[in-house]
């Protein structure tokens, strides 16, 4: 048997974990829930600490993946049966459709612009909405519309067959079923990454009921270049340039109250929030930011050159005392922030025209089924639990199945990919390199 | 529904519109009020804060007479409601403290069984009666007034108990004044307290607490405060001259009013008997809009 | 591979790429194109909003087929992060992928002229034409193959080093493992326990070494050290020396580099090296170990010591877990033994960071801040070490009589890091540790072939080094031709007429790719040449040609550059 790998999860692990594989001659399924590949990253602006364009440094990544001989994606799939044991998994995809038939699709837009039904748009964080078809982002890998069967007139049973009117070359197909693909891989890859905390149920800060206070995936989409408003960092109250902005470190995480947040800490929130900080100073060179902290996170190669950056270049001010609430002016609607300053002991208010909550990073809801599916176990906290780090590195608790990235725990980017090699080399290690051997 | 009525120490002692106001439209909505044979103080503040057993002691005390008559009890007071609810959890978690005070009560021929539920007014009018049974009580809507909602913190913050709303968001006497035909808006200081529970320790304390808070209601363009517990009325009415001094502004004029007022007035009913004349603050230009209609 | 027909005027395709607005919303660009149109040699010019899309790249492929195009020019962003990706659609439509051009109208063009759309939309113009006028010099070329060595040099015998070697030595690779000590083990046969499970690091270690042992594809040379390495990718000539003399050579293919780091001794601060009651962390872990602790009430330890300062602005990332794993068994061992521990950020992380919290501080450890400008005082008052500390926790100064002060200091770079580095040409940062390509690659580095893992590279703890000599061993096993850095064609060749046999190139070549031949003249392996052009450009004899970027090809750009008139 040609031996080949299952990854499960599209993000920036997935894809690296895929192109070492490929790249030594292995075989990879590349199974991904989304229509497109890119996971979180993508819809990030920046990287920290080097300040890079994330979507700008991904999709090359995103492409030579895509395209790789090696390589099979499946977009818009998921794993529903594992059966079998190292060596020898039986795997069950289930593909579902795009109601696009992309051989014939030129991407012209037509479908897309003639659409009746609008919906929030969640690779916009909400901010904008798309059309029930639509293509995810200008750089979406692959470049290919799909119908969104929840919102769609034509599945609600409304009869709706506008877009295949107005389709020039026939390119939608209602009527594609979903497909049950059965693979057969010697060991399998998890890669399923995170998700971001809803700071709603910490009712002190006001996330949903005050319009400027906003999460960090919101954030990025605001500042990004292909965002709802072009990289403007206009508050959602009234479109106003936000000039005065604060960061409110570990909403979510280090929390030990009882049924509200996670008790560890996400890792990599205090470097987000200063280059996110860093991004606002260099757009706005006159605006006013300030981050309210509890410990500085710093530990890898470059991170404390970025928080000196932004506070003793850039004039970050950074305030040690976690605030106790945000409160809203009903007219204006800027934030009233009280807080201690821990260093000094005083007391004060902050007013701000937008304040972003550094939510922490959980383990995705699916976790719980796709852990079913391989047999595998969850760990406290529901990230996949690797039993041994130390002897059995990136090893869930069934034999075969390995794990990168942030599935298993928060981490970012550069580990993440350092881990989705490692783990492409526990995934073959024991068995022996495929024939074509020639090259480099 | 039926209730024993538990107006407590304050609403007896001066804050008779409140009461009045009470029975007037409880009633009117269905909500048949008990009176308390032999009723004491629940013993907050003063016991809580030095004697807790004996505090302890008279709230399970006031619950075993509600018990005895099968009613629920309805405080009237914020204070009395955290209260009771309190006690009910020491009790609970407590067996031998709790038995202790049964050994006391049955001197009285009273047990206290801790099954009694605490009502809260607002949780009566807003969850039992429900806004829109009282909307369409309404016949004298009060259109145009825009009012600053004051829950007050002993119902909103019960530190893990059950609380009467959300403590972060309470919207439920947002709700009924809305149900009245008033305008309502979220203001920052709408979870602040009223001070009054430094009014032994520290009264200029008191008075800035609640004269910030009243400045802010001004600044904001309310027409007026409401609220639901005799503690908080009693320092942003009663004592708005004083908050006056203690503020240094003169101007610092608030209409402040109970909800139940408010109610008697949109229902219809004649001031007189809302008590409306004991508001020492400047109602009377709200007054007038609202019988204008 | 289709190689296309040597023409005199080959037909030229150009793809002018919006980017979205980055570029669409500053450049002119149907104007550009129909610009293009009237360049000489274009037989074909469109435009895209994403050329570097799964759609824009069909069609360029598309267009190369149905208007037979032997050249392509793309006018979008920069070809360090995008060339891969167009010369990919060449050779997807039987095109060489060395016959691409990239005009690069963003970072270049449409970014920084944002201001002035029609002077951009000129410049525009100006380098579509520069890259059309080298595009039709492009020769094609293919790249050489080269055969899987078998071989495979880890230097540094720790934990990272070792599980880089056994997952190499499991895919059928030959590892020749060399350690400097007398045995192997590195840092970890130092340490006490590892943080969070609190298992023994020398039981830890053991199980890793016996696999090592055991493993018939692993050669040890322990007591040894690498002295020099000539060579380049896939034929590294190795040279090992023991005891002062060379004792073995081998022949790799590639090289990892696993030398760890070591622990800060920082002589003079907080009285370190002045008093034996004031130790590192890694003195307290070896008296863990010989339960050297009699007499030991109080123990303070100092977080930040040497790092996060001035001198070493980094944090050293395992400082915050060793203390609070150390203080956690301090008080294990004896109730009556105080810990305090002195912070100034806790950086504990990742899902263990809560339980190891909460661990210490149940176990009574007290926890207290200082800031970066009052930093603790280590005195010795009366015989005894006084530790002095300003806490804006509670705006008061705390003294602690202390009979064990243990400063947490960083790991710092090995002393024969800079000499491996200068031997195998790798950069380093500010501080000594290798530095790694690019944050989206960061295990590969400067040199092909040869790779870092482990604390060598940036501080990290024992979890992490394994993982990382793991993932190193992916990309040694890798067998494609590099794919690193959008690598272009551009090769060196040297005219053996012209060639004075000077040697200035070979002491120049970053990448070892020239030798002196038999007669003195230099020759070049252009499998190894990075095409970087250093020879070229300090060749006396102009005896060098950098293909790719030929005299020829740099001058038809610049007199494109200059003569704006379209000429056709």
């Not at chain 3, 899987?148 to 056994?166: C, D, H, K, Q, T």
């Not at chain 3, 070896?286 to 944090?315: F, W």
């Not at chain 3, 793991?470 to 959008?486: D, Q």
């Amino acid at each position: 048997m040609d031996e080949s790998v299952l990854v499960i999860g599209g993000g920036v692990a997935g894809i690296q974990a895929s192109l070492d594989l490929a790249n030594r001659g292995i075989k990879v399924h590349l199974v991904e829930k989304a229509p497109f590949i890119g996971g979180v990253m993508a819809q990030l602006d920046k990287t920290f600490p080097t300040m890079n364009c994330c979507i700008c440094i991904l999709e090359p990544k995103m492409i030579e993946c895509y395209r790789h001989p090696k390589i099979t994606v499946h977009t818009l799939s998921e794993v529903t049966e594992v059966g079998g044991s190292k060596g020898n998994f039986k795997v069950k995809v289930i593909e579902r459709p795009r109601f696009v038939d992309t051989s014939r699709c030129t991407r012209c837009g037509a479908c897309i612009e003639k659409c009746p039904v609008t919906v929030p748009d969640e690779f916009q964080a909400g901010f904008e909405s798309r059309k029930a078809i639509y293509i995810p982002f200008p750089q979406a890998v692959p470049y290919a519309p799909s119908i969104d069967k929840g919102s769609c007139l034509h599945f609600g049973g409304g009869g709706c067959i506008v877009c295949e009117e107005a389709c020039p070359t026939g390119a939608i197909k209602y009527e594609q079923d979903p497909r049950t693909v059965s693979l057969n891989v010697s060991s399998i890859i998890v890669a399923t990454g995170f998700e971001q905390y809803d700071p709603k149920e910490m009712g002190e800060y006001g996330y949903k009921r005050y319009d400027n206070v906003i999460t960090p995936l919101e954030f990025e989409r605001l500042v990004s270049p292909y965002g709802p408003t072009g990289g403007e960092l206009t508050r959602p109250s009234d479109g106003k340039i936000a000039k005065r902005i604060a960061f409110i470190q570990c909403v979510g995480s280090r929390s030990h109250r009882p049924g509200i947040g996670v008790p560890y800490c996400s890792g990599i929130c205090c470097m987000y929030a200063a280059k996110e900080a860093v991004t606002i100073k260099e757009k706005y060179p006159d605006s006013e930011v300030t981050i309210f902290y509890i410990d500085i996170k710093a530990f890898s190669r470059d991170f404390q050159n970025l928080i000196n950056k932004a506070r003793d270049e850039m004039g970050v001010e950074y305030i040690r005392g976690k605030p106790g609430e945000i409160r809203e002016n009903p007219l204006t609607k800027d934030l009233y922030i009280w807080y201690e300053d821990t260093d000094t002991g005083e007391i004060g208010r902050k007013e701000v025209d937008l304040a972003i909550l550094s939510a922490a990073l959980l383990p995705r809801n699916e976790n719980t089924r796709l852990a079913q599916v391989l047999g595998v176990d969850l760990d406290e906290f529901g990230f996949f639990k690797v039993e041994d780090p130390f002897l059995s590195s990136l090893e869930t608790t069934r034999d075969g199945i390995y794990v990168c990235g942030c599935c298993h725990g928060p981490r970012d980017i550069s580990n993440s990919v350092v881990e989705a090699s490692a783990a492409a080399m526990k995934a073959t290690t024991g068995t022996r390199l495929t024939a074509e051997g020639s090259g480099g | 529904m039926k209730y024993a009525l538990f107006p407590g120490c304050t609403v007896q002692a001066d804050q008779f519109g409140y009461e009045a106001s009470a029975r007037e439209v409880l009633p009117r909505l269905g909500v048949e009020l008990v009176d308390m044979e032999g009723s004491s103080c629940c013993g907050f503040p003063a016991f809580s804060s030095i004697y807790p057993s004996a505090w302890f002691y008279l709230s399970a005390r006031n619950m075993a007479i509600a018990e005895s008559m099968g009613l629920d009890l309805l405080p009237l007071c914020n204070g009395c409601h955290l209260s009771f609810v309190e006690t009910k959890h020491h009790l609970e978690v407590n067996p031998r403290l709790k038995e202790s005070i049964n050994e006391n009560l049955r001197r009285e021929g009273l047990t206290y069984t801790g099954d009694v539920k605490i009502a809260h007014i607002l949780e009566v009018l807003h969850d039992a009666v429900g806004v829109e049974k009282i909307g369409a009580s309404v016949k004298r809507p009060i259109g145009g007034l825009k009012f600053a909602t004051h829950p007050g913190c002993h119902a909103i913050r019960s530190g893990g108990l059950d609380h009467t709303d959300d403590p972060e968001n309470p919207q439920k006497l947002d709700d009924l004044m809305r149900a009245l035909g008033a305008d309502v808006m979220d203001y920052p200081e709408k979870t602040d307290c009223c001070g009054s529970s430094l009014a032994i320790a520290s009264g200029k304390t008191t008075l800035m607490i609640a004269g910030e808070k009243l400045q802010s209601v001004k600044k904001l363009g309310f027409d007026g405060l409401v609220t639901v517990c005799p503690f908080c009325f009693k320092v942003f009415d009663n004592r708005q001259r004083a908050i006056q001094a203690a503020m240094g502004d003169r101007s610092l004029n608030v209409p402040v009013f109970y909800y139940t007022q408010l109610l008697g007035l949109a229902m219809g009913l004649e001031p007189e008997k809302l008590g409306l004349e004991l508001n020492l603050s400047p109602i009377d230009p709200i007054l007038e809009k609202i019988l204008e209609g | 591979m289709n190689m296309s027909a040597e023409s005199s005027s080959p037909r030229v395709g150009v793809f002018v790429c919006r980017c979205g607005v980055d570029i669409g919303d500053v450049i002119d660009v149907p104007a550009l194109v129909e610009y293009a149109k009237k360049v000489q040699g274009v037989a074909y010019a469109t435009e895209d909003s994403f050329a570097c899309s799964t759609s824009g790249l069909e069609k360029i492929e598309d267009a190369i087929k149905r208007h037979n195009l032997e050249r392509l020019v793309v006018a979008a962003c920069t070809p360090r992060t995008h060339e891969a990706i167009f010369q990919s659609a060449c050779e997807r439509s039987g095109l060489n992928k060395y016959l691409v051009e990239m005009a690069n109208i963003r970072e270049q063009c449409s970014w920084v002229h944002r201001d002035d759309s029609q002077a951009a939309t000129e410049k525009a113009k100006d380098l579509v034409r520069m890259a059309v006028a080298k595009a039709r010099l492009l020769q094609p070329w293919k790249e050489p193959e080269i055969k899987v060595n078998p071989n495979i040099l880890v230097v540094g015998g720790g934990v990272s080093g070792l599980s880089s070697a056994l997952s190499l030595a499991d895919l059928g690779f030959k590892i020749y493992l060399v350690e400097k000590e007398a045995e192997l083990g590195g840092m970890l046969k130092s340490l006490h326990k590892l943080s969070p499970t609190m298992r023994d690091s020398s039981e830890s270690l053991e199980s890793m070494l016996r696999l090592v042992e055991q493993n018939p594809n692993i050669e040890i040379h322990t007591s040894s050290r690498v002295k020099s390495v000539e060579g380049a990718i896939s034929n590294f000539e190795v040279e090992i020396e023991s005891d002062g003399k060379v004792v073995e050579r081998f022949n790799v293919g590639r090289i990892i580099v696993a030398i760890g780091a070591e622990i800060l001794k920082p002589h003079g601060l907080y009285g370190y090296g002045h008093d034996k009651r004031i130790i590192i962390q890694l003195d307290l872990e070896e008296k863990l170990k010989n339960n050297d602790l009699k007499g030991v009430g109080t123990v303070v330890m100092i977080q930040c010591a040497g790092s996060r300062n001035d001198e070493r602005p980094y944090c050293s990332r395992i400082c915050c877990n060793t203390a609070l794993k150390n203080a956690q068994i301090l008080r294990e061992l004896s109730p009556d033994i105080d810990v305090y521990i002195i912070y100034k950020d806790l950086i504990t992380y990742g899902v263990e960071s809560s339980a190891l919290e909460l661990n210490t501080k149940r176990r009574g450890v007290k926890l207290i801040r200082y800031r970066d400008e009052s930093p603790p005082e280590v005195a010795i008052e009366d015989g005894s070490v006084v530790v002095k500390v300003f806490s804006p926790t509670i705006n008061e100064e705390m003294t602690f009589r202390a009979d064990l002060v243990v400063l947490s200091t960083p790991l710092v770079p090995r002393g024969e890091a800079s000499e491996l580095a200068r031997m195998l040409k790798l950069p380093q940062d500010p501080f000594g540790f290798f530095k790694e390509a690019h944050q989206l690659s960061p295990l590969d580095f400067a040199t092909e072939g040869v790779y870092v893992c482990g604390t060598a590279r940036a501080p990290k703890d024992a979890v992490e080094s394994i993982s990382e000599g793991l993932g190193v061993g992916s990309k040694a096993a890798e067998y494609k031709f590099s794919r690193i850095r959008g690598r272009g064609a551009a090769f060196a060749e040297i005219n053996e007429k012209k060639c004075s046999g000077c040697g200035i190139c070979i002491e120049l070549c970053p990448y070892n790719a020239i030798r002196k031949d038999e007669i003195g003249i230099s020759r070049t392996d252009s499998a190894l040449c990075g095409g970087c052009g250093v020879c070229a450009a300090s060749c006396p004899e102009r005896a060098i040609t950098i293909h790719h970027f030929t005299d020829d090809q740099l001058e038809a750009q610049l007199l494109a550059a200059i003569d704006r008139r379209p000429r056709k």
